[in-house]
């Protein structure tokens, strides 16, 4: 009987694959000890979508990012272009991905007056398409959401179907300047990452 028990609340740990849940109180009324089951992980894994972290914890965060980007144009042509950047949500939880900031480097030239900088992300689930990062000349301060990535499978919630690629999106940059000749702009681009709730 021992053996079975065992074996079922063994079981029951596996199929709840780690799922944050809360147990009723118990109350100690005449007696003087108390037992209480007390459950752990080493090594958790954040790629794994039943591991243990507590939902909202931001050691759920696993995105991969360019570290450099770049944009340009020509003095012929005022179109900004760039390359296309990936971004990657390896998570077990979906992520929303928001601009936090958009800051000039201190050794940045007088802008031209007709200079436009956009951000532009394309994805699944996009809440802005495109961003102004600056506009007539003048340094935008954004502080918007971008786009909420799948989890790494697929899903936005435990239950809805996986959507392939889900997790990924791509951003670039747009815009337009004139410039007669080079000028060379540094900029920090900060993002800020939210763990949805499975």
């Given at each position: 009987?021992?053996?079975?028990?065992?074996?079922?609340?063994?079981?029951?740990?596996?199929?709840?694959?780690?799922?944050?849940?809360?147990?009723?109180?118990?109350?100690?009324?005449?007696?003087?000890?108390?037992?209480?089951?007390?459950?752990?992980?080493?090594?958790?894994?954040?790629?794994?979508?039943?591991?243990?972290?507590?939902?909202?914890?931001?050691?759920?965060?696993?995105?991969?990012?360019?570290?450099?980007?770049?944009?340009?144009?020509?003095?012929?042509?005022?179109?900004?272009?760039?390359?296309?950047?990936?971004?990657?949500?390896?998570?077990?939880?979906?992520?929303?991905?928001?601009?936090?900031?958009?800051?000039?480097?201190?050794?940045?030239?007088?802008?031209?007056?007709?200079?436009?900088?956009?951000?532009?992300?394309?994805?699944?689930?996009?809440?802005?398409?495109?961003?102004?990062?600056?506009?007539?000349?003048?340094?935008?301060?954004?502080?918007n959401a971008l786009i909420t990535l799948a989890n790494n499978l697929?899903?936005?919630?435990?239950?809805?179907?996986?959507?392939?690629?889900?997790?990924?999106?791509?951003?670039?940059?747009?815009?337009?300047?004139?410039?007669?000749?080079?000028?060379?702009?540094?900029?920090?681009?900060?993002?800020?990452?939210?763990?949805?709730?499975?």
């Amino acid at each position: 009987m021992k053996k079975l028990l065992s074996t079922l609340l063994i079981s029951t740990a596996v199929l709840a694959g780690g799922a944050q849940a809360v147990l009723a109180d118990q109350d100690v009324v005449a007696k003087t000890d108390a037992d209480i089951a007390v459950s752990g992980t080493l090594g958790a894994d954040n790629t794994d979508p039943g591991s243990t972290i507590p939902e909202g914890d931001k050691d759920w965060i696993n995105v991969t990012l360019p570290t450099d980007v770049i944009f340009y144009n020509k003095a012929t042509d005022a179109a900004i272009k760039s390359p296309t950047y990936d971004l990657t949500n390896n998570s077990g939880r979906p992520v929303t991905v928001s601009v936090a900031s958009f800051k000039a480097g201190t050794s940045n030239p007088t802008l031209p007056a007709d200079f436009a900088l956009n951000l532009d992300v394309t994805g699944n689930n996009v809440t802005t398409a495109s961003t102004k990062l600056v506009e007539n000349g003048a340094l935008n301060t954004p502080t918007n959401a971008l786009i909420t990535l799948a989890n790494n499978l697929g899903h936005y919630t435990a239950t809805d179907t996986a959507v392939a690629d889900a997790n990924k999106a791509t951003f670039g940059f747009s815009g337009t300047a004139t410039a007669a000749t080079a000028l060379k702009l540094n900029y920090t681009l900060s993002l800020k990452f939210d763990v949805v709730n499975f």
